[in-house]
């Protein structure tokens, strides 16, 4: 029975209502399909890297608790991504927990976030977990920044937070570096620069200017390299902000088999250089083999996906899947993402089907 409902103490009356409003975010189920839909990385460790991390985390001492400074995963994240010791790392549980620990920080009474959309969801959700406004600024119709559209936004609503994805996702194109800068002079509040798919953007950064601008932070995540199971992500800026972020950290958010683990396969860079390679070089068959089946627009991308719009983007969303292939659907999410498919970069023979699949269902 459900008596503490009819006693007013269920959730319908206690938790928050615009919480009760959301529906949790959805995963597709992916068993037994071709998995292209999340940027992972489609190839597994090499044998002896797998190896080597059995037996590095049986080292780990499970029964303490990690290391709260997670000092060592932050000196190999330091020589990985080469960030200047001039520079300071925040911790996440993934970038998802980093963007949601910025967010909290500038959470002020009427604070605003602002983001490009289309564009991660997830800084949306944050803001709106937190209890601020949400100002989503339209991209043009091929994605790109609406310069002028952004610089009308921040004077109207001085967000204290503004979220750039650079390359950006779904879109999967990179906004030019001198229009983000403007951005970051323009703002009153904090431009958050999120590089999730740095390893894909041909070196292509904003790292360099951290640290340049009072107003600047950088997120990645090691994510899409092909440690999406890690859950590891950072935010890099100043001492002044990352002591800030830090009060609002969990104390072990990073999981001491996580951290070892990390702390091992960052060392390993040239095994993740010959996946990236690989992944890269498959991106340039996909997009001429694309271009080769009509019916089909693609959109330039700097990431492992290709964003595609098509004549029936749920009918082939749809098809796709009866021929055991995931995808991730745009349709119906946001106006410009009408007929849009998000299509990550998989092994040769996962985009061969994707691609057969996808002429099959066109033709
Ligand atoms: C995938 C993605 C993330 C999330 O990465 P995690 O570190 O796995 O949480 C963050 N930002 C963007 C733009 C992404 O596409």
């Known amino acids: 029975m459900s008596a503490p409902a009819a006693r007013g103490k269920g959730p319908e009356n206690l938790v928050r209502d615009d919480v009760r409003a959301l529906t949790a975010y959805h995963v597709a189920p992916a068993e037994g ?3 292209l839909d999340a940027m992972e990385n489609p190839y597994g460790l090499p044998p002896e890297l797998r190896e080597a991390m059995a037996k590095r985390l049986a080292q780990v001492d499970v029964n303490r608790y990690p290391d709260p400074t997670g000092a060592r995963v932050k000196a190999s994240l330091r020589e990985a991504m080469a960030i200047p010791d001039s520079l ?3 911790l996440g549980n993934g970038s998802d927990e980093v963007l949601q620990i910025v967010t909290l920080a500038l959470a002020k009474p009427g604070a605003a976030v602002l983001s490009l959309e289309p564009s991660f969801v997830m800084y949306r959700l944050a803001a709106l977990w937190a209890g601020m406004r949400y100002v989503g600024v339209p991209l043009r119709g091929d994605f790109t920044l609406d310069e002028d559209a952004v610089m009308k936004a921040i004077a109207a609503e001085a967000p ?5 994805a650079y390359p950006n996702n779904p879109t999967g194109n990179l906004f030019p570096r001198e229009a983000v800068l403007r951005v970051v002079a323009a703002s009153p509040g904090l431009v958050a620069v999120d590089e999730a798919y740095y390893a894909f953007s041909g070196g292509k950064s904003l790292l360099g200017e951290v640290g340049r601008h009072p107003n600047l932070i950088l997120v990645r ?3 899409k390299l092909g440690l999406a199971g890690l859950r590891l992500g950072l935010a890099v ?12 950290r969990m104390p072990y ?5 996580d951290a070892a683990a990390a702390e091992l396969l960052l060392g390993h860079r040239e095994a993740f250089a010959r996946q990236t390679a690989a992944i890269l070089a498959e991106r340039g068959r996909l997009e001429r083999d694309l271009d080769a089946i009509p019916g089909v627009e693609r959109f330039a991308s700097a990431a492992n996906f290709i964003l595609v719009r098509l004549p029936d983007g749920p009918g082939a969303f749809e098809a ?11 349709h119906g999410s946001h106006p410009l ?5 998000r299509l990550t970069v998989g092994t040769p023979d996962e985009n061969t089907r994707m691609l057969e699949a996808l002429a099959a269902a066109l033709g």
């Open 320 to 330: 796709l899947r009866q021929r055991g292939i995931l995808v991730r659907t745009f």
């Open 237 to 248: 800026g100043t001492r002044e902000w990352i002591r800030e972020f830090e009060k609002l």
């Open 221 to 223: 995540t090691v994510s």
């Open 160 to 164: 204290a937070l503004t979220w750039i």
């Open 337 to 341: 993402l009408a007929n849009c498919l």
């Open 88 to 90: 300071e790392i925040l």
């Open 253 to 257: 958010n990073v999981s001491s088999l």
């Open 33 to 35: 399909l071709v998995k």
